[in-house]
């Protein structure tokens, strides 16, 4: 109980500060953060299915689904109001992860990673092909409202976008926390250790499974409503195959013990991106490449892991997390 | 009638090439376990310098025509041997002995670092390498006029294929292949050089994965992308095989070219996800794929 206390304490500062680092922050760096957001719940929600040891490559799928809800309810039903949007992302990575949780959720390793890949193809051919939701143009979103509240201009819009961004972060964040520390979320775990030994304690892999991918799916959901809102448009690319690698690089910089990694790294990534491929357009994926292959090498838990293990090597002690990938 | 015979053709055509390409991630991942992400950029590497080659060997007129074709197996030869050992030596062999997932991140890394590198060393405009492509003339069946170098393709899938299970199934350094793909600590104990059988093995895959783009390259252009269809479209055929076997790999192959061929002819606009579509539902009745048999699960 204190732990979660504990957590929404954070929380709320964590928010407070945002808030006012947003505030006195330049516009670009302001939208670039919204964006990182946006990813990095996506991100999230990989972590929560690492712990259980599992990798998806294919988020893009809810990812996907949760601007294009965001999308043609905009477009449909003429809904303006981002927190519904939101909500509607969510709803939409909600159903399709439990419509699919029960078929993935005994498959393991490549093979899990390998079908979630073809899903995540399977829809961004449809979408491509679907001309009725704007083909591979995919569509345009205006500025939403917040809550009734109409900003005026497009740096007010950005600002509120990203409070809101930082709103929705904050929450998801410390629910992830909470949940992270629960009994539940601590089975993931132990079925990343030894699943056999996991079963024969009594508890379901496959059920923790469903339930990391179902949260991962809603994660993934919100995470692609808040991008549709950030960018202003939508198109098929969100399911691609190389937008999903992105949330599983993310996922892999950060390491699944620390909740607030995923967002540093998330920041961190972004602004290496709008910076190297304005200087070197042609050579900066290679450098994530190299990046990439340094992170697996000398840091395989992530740069979560540094936290435990800076605090644990003070007093001496070896860090538990972070040994295994 | 003319229908059904045109899907079948381009099916066997299409088959062909992804056979050649596929059997390399087959028997990579079965020697090393692990499913090589960046073998669409090997074949992106094959194809560049079959293309540079033969751009090269017939803008100058060096010589007879059809020794093309030899130039073209020989800059697959190259891509191999210089690529296989480097990226094997140099990089996974620090990898070796992680999870099977954190390798294929290892090499999506991989991969990455080699589009960027074929763009650095080609750029990025298209190559057109068409003259061994209309050397052998055209045939027709059913009253359908097809190149004759598609059929050659199909016979070089042949003969790389039987030539595969000649050489692990009839000989002694096949034989220790097989062995180390079955247990390689037990391999070890028995005293097989098991880092040389990584090195042959990988090595191999990216020939085969050159060979691949470089005989590719007459019949597309090339340019930045081509290794991402490949990838996608190899990963499903050797996942529909079953991981490591190479009959799988080749009657995946054949399944995975039908299935496009029937989608161009008949739904034009499924072309894009049919291919993952029967991958999806292969993997839902046979976990496994359909030519491997299901593994004990060991703690």
Known sequence: MAGMLGTLAAALIAFAVLALAGFAAPNWLVLVATLAFSKGLVALGIVALMRGGLVSFGQGTFYCAGAYAAGLAMRSFDIGDAALLVALGALAGLILGLLIAPLLASYRGIFFATLTLALSMIVYGILNKTYSLGGSDGLNLHAPTFFGYRPAGSQQGGYALFLFASLVTVIAAALCRIHFDSVRGLLSLAARDNEIRLEYLGASVRFVSGINFVIAAVLAGIGGALSALSLGHIDPDFAFWATSGEFVFLAILSGYVSVTAVFVAAVLLELVRSFSSQYFPNTWQGALGVFLLLIILFLPGGLGSLVPRLRLGAKGVQAPAGKRE | ?299
């Open chain 2, 1 to 299: 009638m003319k229908l059904a015979a045109a899907i079948l053709i381009d099916g066997v055509i299409d088959a062909s090439w992804l056979f050649i390409v596929a059997v390399g991630l087959t028997l990579v991942f079965g020697v090393l376990n692990i499913l090589n992400f960046a073998h669409g950029s090997l074949f992106a590497v094959g194809a560049y310098a079959a293309a540079s080659a033969v751009g090269w060997y017939y803008g100058g007129e060096l010589g007879p025509p059809f020794l093309g074709y030899l130039l073209m197996l020989g800059s697959a030869l190259v891509v191999a041997l210089i690529l296989g050992p480097l990226l094997e030596r140099g990089v996974l062999r620090f990898f070796y002995r992680r999870d099977e997932v954190v390798l294929v991140l290892v090499t999506y890394a991989l991969f990455l670092i080699l589009e960027d590198a074929t763009k650095l060393i080609w750029g990025v405009e298209s190559y057109y390498a068409a003259e061994p492509y209309g050397l052998l003339g055209n045939i027709s069946f059913f009253g359908l006029s097809y190149v004759s170098y598609d059929f050659a393709l199909i016979g070089l899938a042949l003969a790389t294929g039987l030539l595969l299970w000649f050489g692990l199934n009839r000989t002694v350094a096949g034989k220790i292949v097989l062995a180390v793909i079955h247990d390689r600590d037990i391999s070890r104990a028995m005293g097989v050089n098991v880092t040389a059988v990584f090195g042959f093995a990988f090595t191999l895959g990216v020939f085969l994965a050159a060979l691949g783009g470089a005989f590719t390259a007459p019949k597309i252009s090339v340019q930045p992308g081509i290794s991402i269809t490949v990838i996608l479209l190899s990963f499903a055929v050797v996942v529909i095989g079953g991981l490591g076997s190479v009959e799988g790999a080749a009657i995946a192959a054949l399944f995975v070219g039908f299935a496009r061929a029937a989608a161009i002819h008949l739904v034009p606009w499924a072309e894009l996800f049919i291919v993952y579509l029967v991958m999806a539902l292969v993997l839902a009745f046979r976990p496994e794929g359909l030519f491997r048999r299901s593994a004990a699960r060991t703690i």
